[in-house]
DNA sequence: GAATAAACGAGACGGTACGTCCCGTCTTAGT
DNA sequence: ACTAAGACGGGACGTACCGTCTCGTTTATTC
């Protein structure tokens, strides 16, 4: 993750399992102090770790932070529930579900404040997380097409322009409700979200 | 906004510019450094102010960077372009503008970070910036149905939901757009936001 | 000792009574740990105050041990025995004393060894210590004149040499045999070496 | 010197190069660092040795320092000069030049601070360095018995003491004229003390 | 001449202390 | 009563070394 494998070949290798122990510290420590009160000696001990080889492995809070919060978004699935409302329902409320959890409720956002003033951040955000999660909405939106909700996309380019529309709609809402606004996706937000998305996925296709 | 008039008589007044100067210094020291890297004293500093006149104010930095931040909000209008899908084109432009600015970026994202585990702050952050700007989904909803582009709504909770909905998934978006995919709101994205938002709108509406 | 009374105004006068707790918890420190396990941390501690007061005053180690020391040679006193053999031995006696105690021992000799590459601290040392403590020789070198012992030296620069050989010859003896010889200064030695400095004192000085 | 060669048989033996490679790399080290600053990794790396080697073979920095400036001790000669005054002031110049050397300086100073609260060390000092060079003081009274410059001592144990009352007061006085009250041992110095202690030496003897 | 066993280089490990920065509070004097 | 100034006790920072450990490698001696 944070290694590129360097290839040294002598000396003492590094644990492995320091670096596991280390990224779940880090998501209690979250939990527990949220990401401004965190504090990488306290991350230390709680992975029984010395702080020195935290240091070795990561530059810095934010690096670290990151890493273990991409680790959450792994979790996320997308089982094929039969239709496109239905899969847009099951992401957005496992999204909301993850979001719930104070450990990627506080990382995400602290680290997208801090690479607002860190190019190098925000880039590794970007591929450890964005990209990455992309997958979800690549996944339902060929199901849906192989089921003939959507009608295909030959341009590759506009394709890759909708994904990351659709992703950008359904992320920012789940975030947008869950965080800034404080209230909660339930049932009606839920179906209200998906009702308006959807019929204009499908309205706006067929335009002009 | 951070003191309640206490209604005190006696001794020397408090400075009225001293506000001023104090979330003004915050802005600037935002720009430059960011949310982790701003310090009170340096704030201070910048202000010509003492750190005792700040602490006297605000209770630490998170309340200071809502207020610094909520009045930046106020600067968004909603000038009557026409029609609601120029209407809802212009208020992006306007808040993706807003969020290109560092002083909002990693104020606001800092700030709903920091409300994940502090209950108080996150209310604060609902009166005065969340609740305070859906004045221009109100306003944008409300002039779209006098022009007949909208159905007016008789339930008011409906309606109060619907706002909600709205302002989630315009505002949500945006954040996500720039600051967490890191990609600009430029024409294309605008009107693929735009179209997909207000298709689904009247199609939803018209539904069971 | 530290500070050259910077004339400030205004703000929070420095404390007083730090000044004084932190020099004495060196001198514990020392005693119980020697110079090279003692850490400003743990003096802070003892002392009952923050580091930062503690770095606010002095620059280093170095520097503190050197005041914390020099405070212990200000002790010495040069009672008047009736002759000038039994002076020599009073102080010789006094000065075994001193080194016998370990915050003198260990401290004296580490930042004399310090001093070896930092030519500042060599003169804080020169100043504060050795120059402080050439009184001592002074006062006995009058009195012995004044009894008739010793002959008046004309000479002021003669006169000053003598005092800083006879120092060297005194001080330097009673540190070797203590500290680097590793042996006490017992009757018989303390008799030995004051026969032998005052016959040559007396000798030398009838020389041509 | 530091090894007891525990009559190990099989397996690759010590390299006897790397134990001069570290106490050169030692020297070297106090020359420009000085004591406190020296470094056992800053000394592996200088000697071209891995920490470990090191390790093996002292057990810490003052080991170490000890048996690195013993061995600029044994460089101490007396020359017959063909008197006991021109003998003494040979032997104080040569110990003035070693101690203008910064590897003796800081070096002997160091370990004999750290000393004060080890007494293992303290013999280890004394083995290796005091008794071994009190041979200088034993040579020098010899020859001047020889000569008639000083009377033979039939008392063994009375000699030993008047040895150890010599050594002190040259070392003595040598080291704290240089170190100490931080001046050189200029002629006029030179021949002072030498006036001093010899006539002292000679007129004691004959006393009661 | 293969097996054995110790020493070797490299470098990661759990730790301790460093000296600095900032916190939020306090104690002055001045407005 | 408010202000500017700045010292205070405290906590975390990121770095440098400590002395130990675990690797793979080298080198004499012994079978």
Tied chains: 1, 2, 3, 4.
Excluded at 33 to 62: C, E, F, M, P, Q
Excluded at 97 to 107: D, I, K, N, V
Aim: proline letters at 5%.
């Amino acid at each position: 993750m944070q290694s590129r494998t360097p290839a040294s070949r002598t000396g003492r290798p590094r644990s492995a399992a320091a670096d596991a122990a280390i990224l779940a510290a880090t998501r209690e420590a979250l939990v527990e102090l949220g990401w401004s009160k965190l504090t990488l000696g306290d991350v230390a001990s709680r992975a029984g770790v010395a702080k020195t080889t935290l240091y070795r492995r990561w530059a810095g809070k934010n690096e670290l932070v990151v890493d273990a919060v991409a680790e959450l978004f792994d979790e996320l699935e997308l089982p094929d529930r039969g239709s496109l409302a239905a899969d847009v329902e099951g992401v957005v409320l496992q999204f909301a579900a993850l979001l719930s959890r104070p450990e990627a409720r506080s990382g995400l956002m602290a680290v997208v404040a801090e690479s607002t003033l860190d190019e190098a951040l925000r880039e590794r955000i970007r591929v450890s997380i964005v990209e990455r999660q992309k997958r979800l909405v690549h996944t339902g939106r060929a199901r849906a097409q192989h089921r003939g909700e959507l009608p295909p996309e030959p341009d590759p380019d506009e394709a890759a322009r909708t994904v990351g529309l659709i992703f950008d709609m359904v992320a920012g809402a789940v975030v947008h409700r869950t965080l800034v606004s404080g209230e909660p996706v339930d049932e009606e937000w839920l179906h209200g979200f998906t009702r308006v998305l959807l019929s204009g996925l499908v309205t706006a296709g067929t335009g002009p």
